[in-house]
């Protein structure tokens, strides 16, 4: 099966490698840069410079991209998915994408017969490239069986959620607790270090109890042991889940509660207050600046 590739970032690129090696044949759209495509490339694939050759040879097309707006102008935009797929091919959005705008492409895309699944997953780089991420489904049941062996080649549990949208609503829910827990550990380790705190006793008063925090050994490691390789998600990236997240739960209410809102500017001043894509580490900074 010739399966198309559209987002070879780091989560992209470990998913391109997987189905690779299961024995896909697999297209890529190169549309800036040569750098992430070039391993890949390597290793068989074939790049494509447009959207409409890579939707001519592929019948599944795999989006790994950074947000909605994005992934509605490479489906909807001129020249697009929408434009050169044929009928009962099938769009997989792994990207961490608004479920508005999800539904709103999968109604679309039914009037063309072309099949949308939300696919976003959970986990990092490292078991992007070992295969063992975490891929929630929505979309039509039996399109999800149809593909569920395609996604398990880089997946080490496929969850099917429910009806277009649902996934997407899943995923932004899980990020909303894990980025929330993990800026409260390091607003906590902030105040600690400026105290002179013993964060190693920290540690383990924390495992004592049941309310543990996997991020919290983590920070330590990244601050004693200047450890880079841990929570590699970018703060500009949690910012726009955590905005997706505030936006599809004000779907029913005009408001929502403080925690939300507090949550959500905190990654947002964050945001804007770092040039470059930083990740979520560096609140330990962005909190130290702030509170001198």
Known sequence: MNVGLIGSGM?????GLNLIKNGFKLHVYQNISKKNTQE????????????STIASDCSVIILCLPNSSIVEGIIMGEGGLYSNLSQHSVIVDCSTSDPSSTRKLYEHLKEKNIHLLDAPVTRGPKEAME???NTLVGGEKEVFVRYKDLLSTFSENVIF???SGRAHEIKLANNFISMGFTAI???????????G???EKLDQVMRLGSNYVSSLPLMIDWINNNENEVLQFSIKNAYKDMNYF???????????????????NTFYEASQYFPNEENL????NFFTKENL
């Open 246 to 264: 505030q936006k599809w739960i004000k779907e029913d209410a005009n408001d929502t509660s403080e925690i939300v809102e507090s949550i959500v």
């Open 131 to 133: 295969g063992r991420l």
């Open 11 to 15: 989560i992209g690129k470990g998913i």
């Open 197 to 199: 705190q013993d964060l």
């Open 40 to 51: 890949l490339e390597d290793f068989g694939a074939k790049i494509h410079k447009t959207l």
């Open 281 to 284: 580490p560096m609140l330990f």
């Open 185 to 195: 550990v390091i607003l906590t380790i902030t105040e600690m270090v400026k105290k």
């Open 161 to 163: 959620i429910g009806d």
